[in-house]
């Protein structure tokens, strides 16, 4: 069986864990962690990072940062993973969902406007596959009506928006996830990027379980206690250890995933000029990290018997995002608008296998196997 997944270890992981159980530092904030936010800041310009034990977790800081209370209105694409939403459901806030861009999973950016009401608190742009959202449109509308952004970046690390601007270093905070699907992981795991200093003190002290422990190692303050809520969001020291030496093989990791991604492209190009299914379209303004391939098919039928093929050839094709407004959780809660391009995605979108040691062999079988689906040499 091809997998769908395979997680990529780059050697040194057994060793940095190993350095950190016998330095003794074992809870969280130590010598890896810090490394490894010092070089996300460096490298992509946030303003500040805390590791985190996943990008659910960044989120629900970022839901708790963001002072979101019950009846707060938090504007969120429906074609997404149910953390985006959850986080902000646990603080209380209503969801307003809004719908993808008619050719990409994307948010609508023209389309947000008129969700905002005097309730709007937060939007959170998702960028789905790593590439980013219309950001000059959600940061303008944030302005104007004075909203906050937290950017779902769970598959954004290293990609970027408009040549140089990291994603997750626009909105005022931002998640990414080291979950072991994702391309640089750590099992579970993921960061929350603060890039608006107003929320540097209070994110340490809610990272922390509410306390002000972080200044007391600083000597800032000489007792520390409990100051404000939080809860237990750092990750222990053996957990930023692997992160960090999957972060010392980041350019490999991500050349070798668009190596893999343009093959992709390259082969199916005909295929998807002859209209039996749509490749991803990278936006202008958007760079392509290579976090997933897929392909939108015209049917749910279209797609089912594509996925057959695949699995009846020994290769696991996935799809994802049951549309979150129709959720046996929120569906009674949505206020009935149809999101149609969403539910459009939730049922053609299909995921192929796209993992570091996906062979030259493997990726030419499951082009074949694509390729007979539809007739095609
Ligand atoms: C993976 C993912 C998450 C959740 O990440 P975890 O680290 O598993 O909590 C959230 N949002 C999106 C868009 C994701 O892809």
Not at 320 to 342: F, I, M, Q, W
Request: net charge negative; charged share 25%.
């Amino acid at each position: 069986m091809i997998p769908f997944n395979k997680p990529y270890l780059t050697g040194k992981e057994a060793h940095y864990m190993y350095e950190a159980v016998f330095t003794g530092k074992l809870s969280g904030n130590g010598m890896f962690t810090q490394r490894c936010q010092a070089y996300f800041e460096k490298r992509y310009g946030f303003l500040k990072c805390l590791l985190t034990t996943s990008c659910t977790d960044a989120l629900e800081m970022a839901a708790i940062l963001c002072d979101v209370k019950p009846g707060d209105e938090v504007i969120i694409p429906s074609y997404t993973f149910v953390s985006t939403a959850l986080a902000f459901v646990r603080q209380g806030a209503t969801i307003i969902f809004a719908d993808s861009q008619s050719e990409h999973p994307n948010i609508d950016a023209d389309k947000i406007e008129a969700l905002i009401t005097p309730r709007t608190k937060v939007i959170v742009p998702v960028h789905y596959a790593g590439m980013a959202c219309d950001m000059t449109k959600i940061m303008a509308l944030a302005d104007k009506y004075n909203l906050l952004v937290v950017e779902d970046a769970a598959q954004a690390v290293d990609s970027f928006y408009e040549g140089d601007r990291a994603l997750g270093s626009i909105g005022h905070l931002a998640a990414f996830s080291f979950h072991e699907t994702k391309n640089i992981i750590s099992g579970e795991g993921g960061m929350l990027a603060i890039n608006d200093d107003r929320f540097i003190h209070r994110a340490e002290i809610i990272w922390e379980k509410g306390t002000n422990r972080a200044e007391f190692f600083r000597g800032e303050v000489n007792k520390y206690g409990w100051v404000d809520i939080g809860s237990s969001f750092l990750p222990s020291e053996v957990i930023a250890a692997f992160l960090w030496a999957q972060i010392e093989h980041l350019d490999e990791i991500q050349n070798k995933r668009k190596e893999h991604w343009n093959r992709y492209y390259e082969a199916l190009k005909p295929l998807a000029d002859k209209g039996y299914f749509k490749l991803p379209q990278i936006p202008a303004y958007a760079t392509n990290n290579a976090h997933m391939f897929y392909l939108v098919c015209p049917s749910l039928e279209g797609r089912t018997k594509l996925i057959t093929t695949l699995k009846q050839n020994d290769i696991l094709a996935v799809f994802h995002y049951l549309s979150l407004h129709s959720s046996p959780y929120y569906t009674e809660k949505h206020d009935g608008r149809v999101l149609a391009n969403c539910d459009r995605f939730a049922d053609c979108l299909v995921r192929l296998p796209l993992f570091y040691e996906l062979s030259l062999e493997d990726q030419n079988k499951i082009i074949a196997t694509i390729k007979s689906v539809y007739n095609d040499k």
